[in-house]
C-alpha cells in the first residue's frame, strides 16, 4: 500500500541542525497522517511529532517543541522534520510513520503506535556533546 523511505540522518554536534526527509510511495498517500518517532536501544519507539493529511494541524512532544518542526510537501509526497538546537537526549533512529486518516479521532490520537500502519526503516540521528 505506502512505502517509507527516511533519509537525512547523520552526525551532528549540539545545537546544530539536521533535516530528515521521508519519501512515500504507493496509493492512498493523499489521505494518510504522517509521523516521526524515534527509539534507542533498549528503549520503546518515543513519539516525536505528527501532521494530518491535509496539513492543517501538528502535534510535537514537549521533549521537542519549538527546536523540531515537521512540514509537508505533497507535490513531493514528502513529509520533513527540520530538527534545530540539537541536544545527545535527540540520538536515536528516527522513524517515519504514516496511517489512514479515518482511524484518527483526536489529537491524542496521533501519539499512538498502533494506529500507524506503514513505517520506513529508520535513519540514525546522532548528536555529540
Known amino acids: 500500500q505506502v512505502q517509507l523511505v527516511e533519509s537525512g540522518g547523520g552526525l551532528v554536534q549540539a545545537g546544530g541542525s539536521l533535516r530528515l526527509s521521508c519519501a512515500a510511495s504507493?496509493?492512498?498517500?493523499?489521505?494518510?497522517?504522517m509521523a516521526w518517532f524515534r527509539q534507542v536501544p533498549g528503549k520503546e519507539r518515543e513519539f516525536v511529532t505528527a501532521i494530518r493529511w491535509t496539513g492543517s494541524s501538528t502535534y510535537y512532544a514537549d521533549s521537542v517543541k519549538g527546536r523540531f518542526t515537521i512540514s509537508m510537501d505533497n507535490a513531493r509526497n514528502t513529509v520533513y522534520l527540520q530538527m534545530n538546537s540539537l541536544l545527545p537526549e535527540d540520538t536515536a533512529v528516527y522513524y517515519c510513520?504514516?496511517?489512514?486518516?479515518?482511524?484518527?479521532?483526536?489529537?491524542?490520537?496521533?501519539?499512538?503506535?498502533?494506529?500507524?500502519?506503514?513505517w520506513g526503516q529508520g535513519t540514525q540521528v546522532t548528536v555529540s556533546s
Open positions: 510513520a504514516a496511517g489512514v486518516s479515518g482511524f484518527f479521532r483526536t489529537s491524542s490520537d496521533y501519539g499512538i503506535k498502533a494506529l500507524y500502519n506503514y
Open positions: 504507493g496509493r492512498t498517500f493523499s489521505s494518510v497522517n
